[in-house]
């Protein structure tokens, strides 16, 4: 148990539906991250939430929706995606108190889109 | 922008060698950088994270060390194992347009045969 719980594991959807991702964090940490992970590329940072306020990323399509009620709790909202959105997504989270200290990760849910 | 290169991309060695994985950034400006390793479709595993500050870290078998200014960090891995077969992820933590995040190269896929 890595601190950071993702939940489901793997996920299956249609191009119409509607799913959302889970990521629960028991560290006390005040920033949490969502990052995808794609065949033969590096992850790719999605969202950042610091405090709970998220920091915008302009190149996330609107199809991806986060969102964070609490420090301890994120959640990734997903609608009408395409084959090409199917991946590795992992979840993060990090204490930043006057510096920067290390990422926990998740163990991911795998999503298939078809 | 920051971008991360991993040399090499893959590598295969027999049991009992000591091993070199090497990191470049394009950023400088850092506030730490911390060195995963991955299973083949699971999550991030940290094994060491460097401050901007230090100039290398140590557990067990594993050496990192961080040179800042010329963009370099470099694993170190003595007497190598079976069960060290996984692909390692190197990742300075860099502010860019999402806020401050870590930023990942594509690995290097390590194979250890006994």
């Known amino acids: 148990e890595t601190g950071v719980t993702q939940t489901p594991r793997h996920l299956v959807m249609g191009m119409t539906n509607k799913k959302s991702l889970k990521c629960e964090q028991h560290?006390?940490?005040?920033?949490m991250y969502w990052y995808k992970q794609s065949a033969k590329k590096p992850l790719e940072l999605m969202f950042v939430y610091s405090l709970e306020e998220r920091v915008e990323n302009n190149s996330v399509p609107s199809r991806f929706s986060p969102e964070c009620p609490n420090s301890s709790h994120l959640f990734l909202h997903l609608h009408t995606l395409q084959p090409e959105d199917s991946a590795l997504y992992l979840c993060?989270?990090?204490?930043?108190?006057?510096?920067?200290?290390?990422?926990?990760f998740g163990s991911g849910t795998r999503l298939t889109v078809v | 922008k920051q971008e991360v290169t991993q040399i090499p991309a893959a590598l295969s060695v027999p049991e009992g060698e000591n091993l070199v994985l090497n990191c470049s950034f394009t950023?400088?400006?850092?506030?730490?950088l911390q060195w995963f390793r991955q299973d083949p479709g699971k999550g991030l595993t940290s094994l060491l994270l460097i401050q901007s500050s230090q100039r290398e870290q140590t557990s067990g078998r594993l050496n990192a060390s961080l040179d800042k200014s010329s963009g370099r960090s470099t694993l170190y891995i003595a007497a190598s194992q079976p069960g060290d077969s996984a692909t390692y992820l190197c990742a300075p933590e860099s502010a860019n347009q999402a806020g401050t995040a870590l930023i990942f190269g594509k690995g290097t896929t390590l194979s250890v045969s006994s």
């Open positions: 950023d400088s400006a850092i506030y730490n």
């Open positions: 560290l006390g940490h005040n920033a």
């Open positions: 993060a989270s990090s204490q930043e108190i006057d510096g920067h200290y290390g990422y926990t």
